[in-house]
């Protein structure tokens, strides 16, 4: 802005109108004053007479967002004003700094005394969460230090498809890579080369760079290193800090998850979702659409929880809340946000390396790019119609001009009228003036006879009704006779009136005709008089001219309204008079100003709009109906920072850790929390000790014991046993397994309440059953035992490898694989996966047998058409390492739509020296051989042979 006396007089004309917004920033010292265009920065002087102007910016979306959250109101009417140099201020002048700056107080600082004092047992358990964070932040990192660099050999650049301006290169590594899809890695000796994991194929590794990477700048050979990050502890401890400040949306958070104190409430039970659900679906439904604060689903395997919590997004935001979407995993939060109906508006925040193809389409960034190129189309014409009003192209100010010059004329001419009007009387009057004697008598002659008349006429009236009334009477009746002389002599006297009346109409016309010689005479000396006639012709031209104005300006105005009327409402109506014409045209000009103001900004807002694009992100996010994003994702990105939820959708709960469930449960005013505490903990049970033993080591028994229980166990699990049947609800049809192998799942892990709704499938070529076991216990020990594998996975776990499992897996798919659409080989163990990956290669090719091959923890949630889960250890002493944990076998089995294969050593895993292990085999055998199909591995060995 290079004029500050438009500030100036917007400034003034706001605050005489009680309408001029600004805020006060101490920590800044400054006061910002917002206009209708513009944000101006003010700075107060040193003497507090006056401000420094500091900065004048656009009003932005940003500055919105801040007046909507507090703001005050300057008013007054005398004004402001602006001077050069600080010295040109008048003595005793005020900038009321002080004042606004108590008002501002006031209005946005709370009041002392309402955070009331924390329970003992709640500080205790958020120093024990800090305590955790902090001890297992200081082990991870310490392990991603010490993970070994990976050597590459070749460098490659892709055409990989960019949503972001960054580089992304391929890097073929010397061996395989032992970090995950979405690590943060770096170029060794180059930190600043960093960038994320995008994709894992065989040895090659495809990085995106956080920026912009000259393909020359990175070494065709080198190595790439893990980079240790505490951006997820640094999440967790700054929840813990919001739970501790008692700043969470939710006020009673600790309370519920900590006490299990809930509100009492009443679900609704008329609200209907838009797709069918089953009776336990539609109940979680309605319940989670009105729970006041805390809801667990428990959503066994194949129950429809992405369903159901798809169902639970779209009712809260029909209802007009905002809702947050997450999840431990990115596809988890994709796949709710996929099957979300299109008239729910949904964005999804977070890295887009770790997102699936369509969930890319409702990043933020895609979607303001899509949004910006509609706003810019939906308004390309109206911004065409209303640039008819601004610069060389305005033509409403073209006609309005027109119409005030005809205006204008029609007032000159109507002055001009009413002037030769008065100097023609004043022509006659001179003109007439030999017979003005003789016309004045005439005329009063005439008058006077008129005046003779009216009483005449009413007299002749009223006699004749009288004479009327008699001669009626006169008709019939015993006073007929009286009647009848009654009429005569109201005859008689009618008829005497009826002269007097005709003798004065005659004096009336004689003395008319006498008056209108005298004035004929008199005329024909006026139109004979020269100054009469210039005068006439003078006044009957201005007239002329009034006429032609009125019409020309008739047409100014039609012509205006067509122009005006596509932007603004205009007035109608052809006034009758001078003052008529100048309140229309007033009315025009205000409409006109009104177009020309709607004009500039809706240029300056188009024009805003194309380069915004901070603004239009934040925007986009806050009117959002569904916000997805995974737990540390929703603190971790400014888009979100400050935003609040009405509810937090969190699944697979059951696997997420107490940290990780409460950075999005702190910015929600209530929960629902979707999992399976049956499946994958946050952490498994041999983690858990390794763990505990660090952290806790120099530390009492009893906080070990909390240390490992908080570890070890998610909040659902926790919660979940101990609710009330108001907050809580399990999904109980299945639709995923066959019969056979829901059954068992059932009963061993559900207690028996989950229930099947399964079409079956046609039969698989090997086996009688879509539960099956290839036992390997009838080979010789030399042949079916396991050997231990030289590398350890990242927590210093030894793997094993079992040869010959692996060989039967290998034969079993060679032989399925292309019958099934989709299947997946589960086995416990890294380095048996990558046995049996290769092993694939060499059999089927290198298409997709990555992906399809892996440990447990990487295909929880997921499902397929055939399932091969290999046990691997076989030993003569019953060792089974890590699968004691039951949960794992409870993943694996679950993962089949049409065909579940076992493959172990069932002499091995009946000696398991865990009991509960050995139990749950013992009663799957049972079950295989009374439902399913256990075959001897030499059997299978010649059917697939054959």
Same mark, same amino acid.
């Given at each position: 802005?290079?004029?500050?006396?438009?500030?100036?007089?917007?400034?003034?004309?706001?605050?005489?109108?009680?309408?001029?917004?600004?805020?006060?920033?101490?920590?800044?010292?400054?006061?910002?004053?917002?206009?209708?265009?513009?944000?101006?920065?003010?700075?107060?002087?040193?003497?507090?007479?006056?401000?420094?102007?500091?900065?004048?910016?656009?009003?932005?979306?940003?500055?919105?967002?801040?007046?909507?959250?507090?703001?005050?109101?300057?008013?007054?009417?005398?004004?402001?004003?602006?001077?050069?140099?600080?010295?040109?201020?008048?003595?005793?002048?005020?900038?009321?700094?002080?004042?606004?700056?108590?008002?501002w107080?006031?209005?946005?600082?709370?009041?002392?005394?309402?955070?009331?004092?924390?329970?003992?047992h709640?500080?205790?358990?958020?120093?024990?969460?800090?305590?955790?964070?902090?001890?297992?932040?200081?082990?991870?990192?310490?392990?991603?230090?010490r993970e070994?660099?990976?050597?590459?050999?070749?460098?490659?650049?892709?055409?990989?498809?960019?949503?972001?301006?960054?580089?992304?290169?391929?890097f073929?590594?010397?061996?395989?890579?032992?970090?995950?899809?979405?690590?943060?890695?770096?170029?060794?000796?180059?930190?600043?080369?960093?960038?994320?994991?995008?994709?894992?194929?065989?040895?090659?590794?495809?990085?995106r760079?956080?920026?912009?990477?000259?393909?020359?700048?990175?070494?065709?050979?080198?190595?790439?290193?893990?980079l240790?990050?505490?951006?997820?502890?640094?999440?967790?401890?700054?929840? $813990? +800090? /919001?739970?501790? *400040?008692?700043r969470?949306?939710?006020?009673?958070?600790? #309370?519920?998850?900590?006490?299990? =104190? !809930? @509100?009492?409430?009443?679900?609704?039970?008329?609200?209907?979702?838009?797709?069918?659900?089953?009776p336990?679906?539609l109940?979680?439904?309605?319940?989670?659409?009105?729970?006041?604060?805390?809801?667990?689903?428990?959503?066994?395997p194949?129950?429809?929880?992405?369903?159901?919590?798809?169902?639970?997004?779209?009712?809260c935001?029909?209802?007009?809340?905002?809702?947050?979407v997450?999840?431990?995993?990115?596809r988890?939060?994709?796949n709710?946000?996929?099957?979300?109906?299109?008239?729910?508006?949904?964005?999804?925040?977070?890295?887009?390396?770790?997102?699936?193809?369509?969930?890319?389409?409702?990043? $933020? +960034? /895609?979607?303001? *790019?899509?949004?910006?190129?509609?706003?810019?189309?939906? #308004?390309?014409?109206?911004?065409? =119609? !209303? @640039?008819?009003?601004?610069?060389?192209?305005?033509?409403?100010?073209?006609?309005?001009?027109?119409?005030?010059?005809?205006?204008?004329?029609?007032?000159?001419?109507?002055?001009?009228?009413?002037?030769?009007?008065?100097?023609?009387?004043?022509?006659?009057?001179?003109?007439?003036?030999?017979?003005?004697?003789?016309?004045?008598?005439?005329?009063?002659?005439?008058?006077?006879?008129?005046?003779?008349?009216?009483?005449?006429?009413?007299?002749?009236?009223?006699?004749?009704?009288?004479?009327?009334?008699?001669?009626?009477?006169?008709?019939?009746g015993?006073?007929?006779?009286?009647?009848?002389?009654?009429?005569?002599?109201r005859?008689?006297?009618?008829?005497?009136?009826?002269?007097?009346?005709?003798?004065?109409?005659?004096?009336? =016309? !004689? @003395?008319?005709?006498?008056?209108?010689?005298?004035?004929?005479?008199?005329?024909?000396?006026?139109?004979?008089?020269?100054?009469v006639?210039?005068?006439?012709?003078?006044?009957?031209?201005?007239?002329?001219?009034?006429?032609?104005?009125?019409?020309?300006?008739t047409?100014?105005?039609?012509?205006a309204?067509?122009?005006?009327?596509?932007?603004?409402?205009?007035?109608?109506?052809?006034?009758d008079?001078?003052?008529?014409?100048?309140?229309?045209?007033?009315?025009?000009?205000?409409?006109?100003?009104?177009?020309?103001?709607?004009?500039?900004?809706?240029?300056?807002?188009?024009e805003?709009?194309?380069?915004?694009?901070?603004?239009?992100?934040?925007?986009?996010?806050?009117?959002?109906?569904?916000?997805?994003?995974?737990?540390?994702?929703? @603190?971790?990105?400014?888009?979100?920072?400050e935003?609040?939820?009405?509810?937090?959708?969190?699944?697979?709960?059951?696997?997420?850790?107490?940290?990780?469930l409460?950075?999005?449960?702190?910015?929600?005013?209530?929960?629902?929390?979707?999992?399976?505490?049956?499946?994958?903990?946050?952490?498994?049970?041999?983690?858990?000790?390794?763990?505990?033993?660090?952290?806790?080591?120099?530390?009492?028994?009893?906080?070990?014991?909390?240390?490992?229980?908080?570890?070890?166990?998610?909040?659902?699990?926790?919660?979940?046993?101990?609710?009330?049947?108001?907050?809580?609800?399990?999904?109980?049809?299945?639709?995923?397994?066959?019969?056979?192998?829901?059954?068992?799942?059932?009963n061993?892990?559900?207690?028996?309440?989950?229930?099947?709704?399964?079409?079956?499938?046609?039969p698989?070529?090997?086996?009688?059953?879509?539960?099956?076991?290839?036992?390997?216990?009838?080979?010789?020990?030399?042949?079916?035992?396991?050997?231990?594998?030289?590398?350890?996975?990242?927590?210093?776990?030894?793997?094993?490898?079992?040869?010959?499992?692996?060989?039967?897996?290998?034969?079993?798919?060679?032989?399925?694989?292309?019958?099934?659409?989709?299947?997946?080989?589960?086995?416990?163990?890294?380095?048996?996966?990558?046995?049996?990956?290769?092993l694939?290669?060499?059999?089927?090719?290198?298409?997709?047998?990555?992906?399809?091959?892996?440990?447990?923890?990487?295909f929880?949630?997921?499902?397929?058409?055939?399932?091969?889960?290999?046990?691997?250890?076989?030993n003569?002493?019953g060792?089974?390492?890590f699968?004691?944990?039951?949960r794992?076998?409870?993943?694996?089995?679950?993962?089949?739509?049409?065909?579940l294969?076992?493959?172990?050593?069932?002499?091995?895993?009946?000696?398991?020296?865990?009991?509960?292990?050995?139990?749950?085999?013992?009663?799957?055998?049972?079950?295989?051989?009374?439902?399913?199909?256990r075959?001897p591995?030499?059997?299978?060995?010649?059917?697939?042979?054959?």
């Amino acid at each position: 802005m290079r004029d500050p006396s438009v500030l100036i007089n917007e400034f003034g004309r706001l605050a005489s109108s009680n309408a001029l917004p600004a805020r006060v920033e101490p920590d800044r010292s400054r006061l910002v004053v917002y206009g209708e265009r513009w944000a101006a920065w003010l700075y107060p002087t040193n003497h507090g007479d006056a401000y420094q102007l500091g900065h004048v910016a656009p009003l932005s979306f940003k500055d919105q967002e801040r007046l909507l959250k507090a703001a005050l109101v300057l008013s007054g009417t005398r004004g402001w004003w602006a001077y050069h140099h600080v010295r040109d201020v008048p003595q005793r002048s005020s900038s009321h700094w002080p004042l606004l700056c108590r008002a501002w107080a006031d209005l946005a600082v709370p009041r002392p005394g309402v955070t009331p004092p924390m329970p003992a047992h709640h500080v205790e358990y958020l120093d024990l969460l800090t305590e955790v964070i902090e001890a297992t932040r200081d082990i991870e990192i310490a392990r991603q230090r010490r993970e070994p660099a990976l050597p590459y050999r070749k460098l490659a650049s892709t055409r990989e498809e960019r949503y972001s301006a960054r580089g992304v290169y391929a890097f073929h590594l010397l061996r395989d890579a032992t970090v995950g899809r979405g690590a943060l890695v770096f170029v060794t000796d180059q930190p600043d080369l960093r960038g994320r994991v995008l994709r894992i194929k065989d040895r090659e590794i495809t990085v995106r760079f956080d920026d912009t990477v000259d393909y020359a700048r990175i070494p065709q050979q080198g190595a790439l290193q893990v980079l240790p990050s505490d951006r997820v502890y640094r999440a967790q401890l700054d929840a $813990v +800090e /919001t739970l501790r *400040e008692q700043r969470g949306t939710q006020p009673h958070l600790l #309370t519920q998850l900590v006490d299990q =104190r !809930l @509100a009492p409430y009443r679900p609704d039970s008329d609200a209907q979702p838009r797709e069918t659900l089953d009776p336990a679906q539609l109940h979680a439904f309605r319940t989670a659409l009105t729970v006041p604060d805390l809801l667990l689903v428990l959503g066994p395997p194949g129950t429809g929880k992405t369903r159901t919590i798809t169902e639970i997004a779209a009712g809260c935001a029909e209802r007009g809340q905002r809702v947050l979407v997450t999840s431990h995993t990115n596809r988890a939060v994709d796949n709710v946000l996929e099957r979300l109906p299109p008239d729910v508006r949904a964005v999804r925040v977070g890295n887009e390396d770790t997102m699936t193809a369509q969930a890319r389409g409702f990043m $933020v +960034e /895609t979607q303001v *790019e899509a949004l910006r190129q509609e706003i810019l189309a939906a #308004t390309a014409g109206t911004a065409s =119609r !209303l @640039a008819t009003f601004t610069g060389t192209d305005d033509q409403a100010g073209r006609w309005l001009g027109y119409l005030a010059a005809r205006l204008a004329e029609a007032q000159g001419a109507n002055r001009d009228v009413q002037f030769r009007t008065a100097e023609l009387a004043a022509a006659v009057e001179r003109a007439i003036a030999p017979f003005a004697a003789q016309l004045a008598a005439a005329d009063q002659r005439a008058r006077e006879s008129r005046e003779s008349v009216v009483p005449l006429a009413e007299r002749h009236r009223h006699h004749e009704r009288q004479a009327e009334t008699a001669r009626r009477r006169a008709a019939s009746g015993v006073p007929a006779f009286f009647f009848r002389w009654l009429a005569d002599r109201r005859e008689r006297h009618l008829a005497a009136i009826s002269e007097q009346l005709n003798a004065a109409r005659t004096a009336m =016309r !004689l @003395a008319e005709e006498s008056y209108a010689a005298v004035r004929a005479r008199a005329d024909a000396l006026v139109a004979a008089d020269p100054g009469v006639r210039a005068i006439t012709s003078a006044r009957d031209g201005a007239s002329k001219m009034y006429e032609k104005a009125l019409g020309e300006a008739t047409r100014a105005v039609e012509a205006a309204r067509e122009v005006l009327r596509p932007a603004v409402a205009v007035p109608g109506g052809v006034p009758d008079d001078l003052a008529g014409w100048t309140r229309l045209y007033e009315e025009l000009m205000s409409a006109a100003a009104l177009a020309r103001n709607r004009a500039g900004l809706l240029a300056q807002w188009r024009e805003q709009v194309a380069v915004a694009e901070q603004d239009l992100h934040r925007e986009l996010v806050r009117y959002a109906d569904v916000v997805a994003a995974t737990c540390i994702g929703t @603190a971790t990105t400014t888009l979100l920072a400050e935003l609040e939820f009405d509810v937090a959708i969190v699944d697979e709960a059951g696997q997420i850790s107490t940290p990780n469930l409460l950075v999005p449960l702190v910015r929600a005013r209530r929960a629902v929390l979707v999992g399976d505490h049956n499946q994958l903990p946050p952490f498994l049970d041999d983690e858990v000790r390794s763990w505990a033993d660090s952290i806790a080591s120099d530390r009492p028994p009893e906080v070990a014991t909390l240390v490992a229980d908080v570890l070890r166990r998610s909040a659902f699990e926790r919660l979940y046993p101990r609710l009330a049947d108001t907050n809580r609800v399990m999904l109980r049809v299945q639709r995923r397994m066959p019969a056979e192998l829901a059954q068992f799942v059932s009963n061993t892990f559900y207690r028996g309440l989950l229930e099947t709704d399964h079409p079956g499938g046609p039969p698989d070529p090997v086996f009688s059953a879509p539960l099956a076991m290839i036992d390997t216990s009838d080979q010789p020990a030399t042949r079916r035992r396991e050997q231990p594998d030289r590398s350890v996975d990242g927590l210093g776990r030894p793997g094993y490898v079992n040869e010959l499992e692996a060989r039967l897996i290998v034969q079993l798919l060679g032989r399925n694989a292309t019958r099934y659409a989709d299947w997946a080989v589960i086995v416990p163990y890294r380095a048996q996966a990558e046995l049996i990956t290769q092993l694939l290669r060499r059999e089927l090719g290198d298409a997709g047998v990555a992906d399809n091959v892996g440990t447990v923890d990487s295909f929880q949630g997921g499902e397929r058409d055939l399932i091969v889960y290999g046990f691997t250890r076989s030993n003569h002493g019953g060792q089974i390492g890590f699968l004691t944990e039951l949960r794992r076998l409870n993943v694996a089995i679950t993962r089949p739509r049409r065909q579940l294969v076992l493959v172990g050593d069932t002499t091995t895993l009946r000696a398991a020296r865990d009991p509960g292990f050995a139990a749950l085999i013992q009663s799957l055998i049972a079950h295989l051989d009374a439902v399913g199909d256990r075959r001897p591995s030499r059997e299978i060995e010649g059917v697939l042979n054959d």
